[in-house]
């Protein structure tokens, strides 16, 4: 089986806008490389390649871009190359979110960055071995959202938590490896799939991969620099580092957490990896489809409040932020679902063997995810999120009564049920997907 990795530079500069707030961000200089990643499998017949994108989102505009860049450079069709954008909070501007937005010249650099980094990963394609495996990382990723003991719901409400009653959604602990080594069993690269936002602060203000740059530092400090590392999000929307339950002092940002979280799941991927055992190829195969998410509008009295006038800076400690900016939010959504009253989404699904790789554009909830793998027709089955585009917030259906996720907002404008309507469309794709083999 022929597979090689590639990757391309995507730092931001000095000054660039830096999404993932509620207000606006500038990059103040460079912590660590952001990079496009890389890996092309090609089992002699068809040809995928996976991308890890170290970006908060990105638009399916530009994925689109790159696309065509790769289908008229080597030839790999669209449907068979999946973008994952690693969700760091500290990375370019290639999306418009809150009051950040995206940049025209860091977006056309970033669709070429994203081509390139696949081009290179095809033209260093060599005869490889490949596995699959599956580990666990334990307490370094937690539910955010808790039901609290009056029946409300709340996102981190670890300052009450003498009223938190018990987590409301599911959590993915799991740690998936795809691993590929030469004849010798010398290790060439995996591609990391694992649940957690990248909100740990690596980079303190300056550009990062938060921790997921960590973790790829890790394993290409054991196994070298040319090591491909290829990360891929997993249903994180409601899953960050944060554990609610610890004292209320407890700090969850900064280098120390970083690697927590980026040092465990590097670990738990070497153990993996060691354990593997490679055959000499697998069959590759994708499929894609693009459907339509019902957008909502904010409620009556919702609009009516975001009307008033409102002053300058007040705060609004139950919807994490100034009134004026929820009520810009509310206003934008209503303009929002006139120009768009369907949102379009696409849905993909990458076949190695017996293992699928199935992803879809939204922040998805975790246990929308585990439904995705416990209806699907394959022996393995990873989610990945922030895939291909971004339609904002996929919260489950239960969790529209509070908490920030599902706050009306251009970042959580669609309807409850939409995220039920991804998984069972996401099934039904990886259905047609197994029956051709």
Same mark, same amino acid.
């Given at each position: ?9 995507? #730092? !931001? ?14 990059? @103040? ?33 530009? +994925? ?28 370019? $501007? ?18 070429? @960055? ?74 060439? *690269? ?22 997921? *740059?960590?973790?790829?530092? +890790? ?24 554990? %609610?339950?610890?004292?209320?002092? #407890?700090?969850?940002?900064? !280098? ?41 509008? $904010? ?15 007040? $705060? %609004? ?14 206003? %934008? ?14 849905? @993909? ?11 879809? $554009?939204?922040?998805?909830? +975790? ?20 895939? %291909? ?18 706050? !009306? ?29």
């Amino acid at each position: 089986m022929l597979i090689g990795f590639g990757r391309a530079n995507i #730092t !931001p500069s000095y000054g660039m806008e830096v999404p993932g707030g509620m207000s606006k961000r500038y990059t @103040q200089g460079v912590h660590d490389e952001l990079w496009a990643s890389a890996c092309v499998l090609d089992d002699g017949e068809e040809t995928v390649a996976l991308v890890g994108v170290d970006a908060l989102s990105i638009k399916h505009s530009t +994925c689109e871009q790159a696309r065509a860049m790769i289908e008229e450079a080597v030839d790999v069709p669209p449907e068979h190359v999946m973008f994952g954008a690693s969700h760091t909070h500290s990375g370019g $501007p290639s999306c418009d979110l809150f009051e950040s937005e995206s940049d025209p010249h860091y977006l056309e650099h970033l669709a070429r @960055q994203m081509a390139t980094a696949v081009i290179d990963a095809h033209r260093r394609r060599d005869e490889l071995r490949i596995g699959v495996g599956i580990g666990a990382v334990n307490g370094v990723a937690y539910p955010r959202r808790w039901i609290m003991k009056d029946g409300s719901q709340k996102s981190h409400p670890r300052a009450e938590q003498e009223n938190m009653s018990h987590p409301q959604g599911e959590l993915d602990e799991s740690c998936n490896v795809i691993g590929v080594a030469d004849a010798d069993g010398e290790l060439r *690269g995996c591609i990391v799939n694992f649940t957690c936002h990248g909100t740990t602060g690596y980079g303190s203000g300056y550009a990062s991969a938060d921790w997921i *740059g960590y973790m790829r530092e +890790c394993l290409q400090g054991v196994f070298g620099a040319d090591f491909g590392v290829v990360f891929l999000q997993g249903a994180c929307g409601d899953v960050t580092q944060v554990d %609610n339950t610890a004292p209320v002092d #407890t700090s969850w940002s900064g !280098p120390a957490v970083a690697r927590k979280v980026g040092g465990s799941v590097a670990g738990e991927t070497l153990k993996v990896l060691a354990q593997m055992q490679f055959v000499e190829g697998m069959a590759v195969s994708g499929a894609r489809r693009t459907i339509g998410l019902n957008v909502r509008r $904010p409620s009556e009295e919702q609009l009516a409040w975001a009307y008033e006038g409102h002053e300058q800076g007040a $705060p %609004n400690d139950p919807l994490w932020g100034a009134n004026e900016l929820w009520a810009r939010e509310f206003r %934008n959504l209503d303009a929002l679902a006139d120009e768009e009253p369907v949102a379009p989404a696409e849905l @993909q699904a990458i076949a190695i063997g017996d293992t699928v790789i199935a992803s879809n $554009p939204g922040e998805f909830f +975790c246990r929308l995810g585990m439904d995705i793998k416990r209806g699907s027709p394959f022996a393995r089955t990873f989610v990945v999120e922030l895939a %291909n585009g971004c339609v904002g917030y996929v919260p489950t259906e239960d969790a529209y009564e509070g908490g920030y996720e599902s706050r !009306p907002a251009p970042s959580s404008k669609l309807e409850p049920g939409m995220g039920e309507k991804i998984v069972s469309e996401t099934l039904a794709l990886l259905e047609r997907l197994r029956a051709r083999g």
